[in-house]
């Protein structure tokens, strides 16, 4: 069963369909991994109290600046490994996917020890309230601790995604999943280990899916299976890895790391509006996701469509992904709108907590709709292996004009809604670069010379 082909050629058969069976399985799969820090959110705000649901959520910043660096080599490394497959390049496939895993164990090592060490320093920095910081730094730091699942089961899940096989990743995410809710409570409810419990419960279940991935990977017959001897970074991939990958790479960890300074706004109101900020977040990683899972098949279905010499193809598959994506999304921002209270209930049932999320949700979320044009038009433009664009616009908007917004806002507005109106500032300003962008062609003439 394991070594039975379960990748998917996107350079032929219904763009829609091809689209929509890749990203159906990575949007389910993306739920399941936001529920690992969902659930956590949940069981420690009903079960600890609104505090701890508060140092959860500030450490949301803190985690995303460190693994960015990675997930955007894990971007690039995808590319690549999709391109050779499209081009049917078994060698490239290979050494790619070597390269690649050897260089998430590397990173893995740095982010650790990073994590370890620099945590309670950065917590202090963005001016984490007294009641919050310690139970902010044990979960940082058990967290980071165990980082390397969650680094090993992403650029697994990444290489099969490359391929077209977006199936086995979310069955290993939901069974994960499963069992990081059953530790939750058990750490949380019957041995009272508080917010140390759910990181223990985290990290369990990512090294269990990433042995999973890794597994089916080593028993594959294609030319994608790990194979651990074979470990070496090769000079060829690597340069392809990080020249796709790093813009992508330093633009996510930028970006991450400038929202600490957001969170740091947002820590000057106390923990009630903390605690509400951080409900308003875990819905919020839901909310986008569509639009997200639609713009990685995006890369990937433009990818292995270019690998082909199929450009027109390619572009057809940009315009499907984007009304895809506005639609579902219009629909999701609708449903969250509607059931706004009943939605903040989950993790917390103080008034106040649930004041601050209402506003938070009904102010912002409607932004998602044009941001859905950042996400498909920058996917398309990193599956061409024109990755530095959509990193030097990302990182314009949602660092440089995010807290030039706050920095010269806040002098005059002194509002958690101002606050967090950053977000949407900076989504519109960059889904309109991206657009211009992608039309302009600059993507189709650099690979008209590269070829």
Known sequence: MAGQRKSVDMTQGSIWKLLLSFALPLLIGQVFQQLYSTVDSIVVGRFVGKEALAAIGSTGSLINSLIGFFTGLSTGAGVVISQAFGAKDEKGVHDAVHTALLLTLLAAIFCTLLGLIASPTLLRMMDTPDDV????????????????????????????????????????????????????????????????????????????????????????????????????????????????????????????????FVQGYINAFQSSCMAGWASYNRLDAFAWLAMMCLGMANTTFVGQNLGAGNIARAKRGVRTALIMAIISTAAIVAGLMLFADEALKLFNSDPEVISYGRNFILWLSPFYIPFCFSQICGGALRGAGDAMPPAVISVGSFVFFRQLYLFIGTKFITSPIFVGMAYPAGWVVASALMYIVYKSGRWERKLAVRT
Do not use: C, W
Not at 176 to 195: E, K, M, P, R, Y
Not at 201 to 209: G, H, M, N, R, W
């Open 133 to 260: 910081i310690g139970e902010a730094t044990i979960y940082l730091r058990i967290y980071f601790a165990g980082i390397i699942g969650l680094m090993f089961y992403n650029m697994g899940a990444g290489i099969l995604r490359a391929v077209g096989d977006s199936r086995r990743p979310l069955y290993f995410l939901i069974f994960s999943a499963s069992v990081n809710v059953v530790l939750d409570l058990l750490f949380v409810i019957v041995f009272h280990l508080g917010v140390a419990g759910v990181a223990y419960a985290t990290i369990l279940s990512q090294i269990l899916s990433a042995t999973l991935t890794l597994f089916v990977l080593s028993r594959s017959n294609e030319s994608y299976r790990f194979i651990p001897k074979d470990l070496v970074i090769r000079k060829p991939q690597l340069k392809r890895i990080v020249k796709i990958g790093l813009p992508t790479a330093v633009q996510t960890s930028i970006v991450s790391f400038s929202n600490v």
